[in-house]
């Protein structure tokens, strides 16, 4: 098989193996509307906290995620430009799909006459 | 936090392939319907907030499903699914193209092959698909092209497609 590889393609998997999980996209979700300490990171997830620092590993190996300490204090931040056109078009085509599917979901349900809806 | 173990989606820049995963709590046939049928198909295939205009759809081997996404602004994005071999209910091949309202294909543009199948599973049934693209170079190329016409997120808006998903 030919190859035209991207000097960056094991980084390109990187990131998408980083944003494969829902915990971690909810991570980079937050961290689009600005920087954030870590237990402000942690607070909305029902997990230890040794989990939840193991997903920041996971973002911070990818080079999504940056993060600096200030006494005891860990303040993270995003790497947007490791969102580069790819990803962003992957992660967009994954949403496409998953609405898709939700309304298809809700066409089933229709068809089946099982919407709650009146 | 929702998280839907039924659905999975694999990107692979490298292949050039997208795999979808997803099970419906519905029987097999009616979930094929869905897929084959036009009048069901304008009802789910663009999801919000656009929507699917059918212009013509002849689902046998060898014909053609010719249709636009319809952006809320009324732009269309036209496209043409070839039907290249059906195996109802278990599954179908197809190649994607761009195209023009007219229904002329425009074979400057990547087209991409897809695999659908249907399986039968306890509460109801699992779609796969299977979107290749013929090298990872057309890939790059839809992908370019897709950030030209700000069809594809910016950062603000991957914001609110995250928040979507992780909802």
Request: hydrophobic residues 40%; negative net charge.
């Given at each position: 098989m030919v190859r035209h590889m991207e000097n960056n393609q094991p980084e390109l998997d990187a990131v998408f193996h980083a944003l494969s999980d829902p915990t971690r996209r909810a991570v980079v979700q937050r961290l689009t509307q600005g920087e954030a300490t870590v237990?402000?990171?942690?607070?909305?997830?029902?997990?230890?906290?040794?989990?939840?620092?193991?997903?920041?590993g996971v973002l911070e190996n990818a080079g999504l995620l940056g993060s600096a300490k200030a006494?005891?204090?860990?303040?993270?931040?995003?790497?947007?430009?490791?969102?580069?056109?790819?990803?962003r078009w992957f992660e967009e085509q994954r949403a496409f799909w998953q609405?898709?599917?939700?309304?298809l979901d809700g066409l089933l349900a229709s068809l089946k006459g099982e919407t709650d809806e009146t | 936090m929702r998280h839907d173990p039924a659905y999975r989606f694999l990107a692979d820049a490298q292949s050039g392939t997208i795999r979808i995963r997803r099970s419906f709590a519905a029987p097999r046939q009616m979930v094929w319907?869905?897929?084959?049928r036009a009048d069901l198909l304008d009802q789910w295939f663009a999801p919000k907030p656009l929507t699917t205009k059918t212009a013509a759809m002849d689902f046998r081997e060898g014909g053609q499903w010719h249709h636009a996404m319809v952006a809320p602004d009324g732009t269309e994005y036209w496209g043409i699914v070839r039907f290249d071999t059906i195996n109802p209910i278990?599954?179908?091949?197809?190649?994607?193209?761009?195209?023009d309202a007219g229904g002329a294909r425009n074979t400057a543009l990547p087209s991409s092959t897809w695999d659908v199948r249907f399986e039968d599973t306890e509460t109801g049934t699992r779609v796969s698909t299977l979107i290749a693209y013929a090298s990872p170079e057309d890939l790059r190329t839809v992908i370019d092209m897709g950030m030209e016409e700000g069809m594809t997120a910016t950062l603000e808006k991957l914001d609110e497609l995250l928040a979507r998903l992780t909802a």
């Amino acid at each position: 098989m030919v190859r035209h590889m991207e000097n960056n393609q094991p980084e390109l998997d990187a990131v998408f193996h980083a944003l494969s999980d829902p915990t971690r996209r909810a991570v980079v979700q937050r961290l689009t509307q600005g920087e954030a300490t870590v237990s402000e990171l942690h607070a909305p997830f029902d997990m230890g906290l040794p989990s939840f620092m193991k997903h920041l590993g996971v973002l911070e190996n990818a080079g999504l995620l940056g993060s600096a300490k200030a006494g005891r204090v860990r303040t993270c931040t995003l790497n947007p430009d490791r969102l580069n056109a790819a990803e962003r078009w992957f992660e967009e085509q994954r949403a496409f799909w998953q609405g898709r599917y939700d309304q298809l979901d809700g066409l089933l349900a229709s068809l089946k006459g099982e919407t709650d809806e009146t | 936090m929702r998280h839907d173990p039924a659905y999975r989606f694999l990107a692979d820049a490298q292949s050039g392939t997208i795999r979808i995963r997803r099970s419906f709590a519905a029987p097999r046939q009616m979930v094929w319907d869905c897929h084959t049928r036009a009048d069901l198909l304008d009802q789910w295939f663009a999801p919000k907030p656009l929507t699917t205009k059918t212009a013509a759809m002849d689902f046998r081997e060898g014909g053609q499903w010719h249709h636009a996404m319809v952006a809320p602004d009324g732009t269309e994005y036209w496209g043409i699914v070839r039907f290249d071999t059906i195996n109802p209910i278990d599954g179908y091949t197809t190649t994607d193209f761009f195209s023009d309202a007219g229904g002329a294909r425009n074979t400057a543009l990547p087209s991409s092959t897809w695999d659908v199948r249907f399986e039968d599973t306890e509460t109801g049934t699992r779609v796969s698909t299977l979107i290749a693209y013929a090298s990872p170079e057309d890939l790059r190329t839809v992908i370019d092209m897709g950030m030209e016409e700000g069809m594809t997120a910016t950062l603000e808006k991957l914001d609110e497609l995250l928040a979507r998903l992780t909802a």
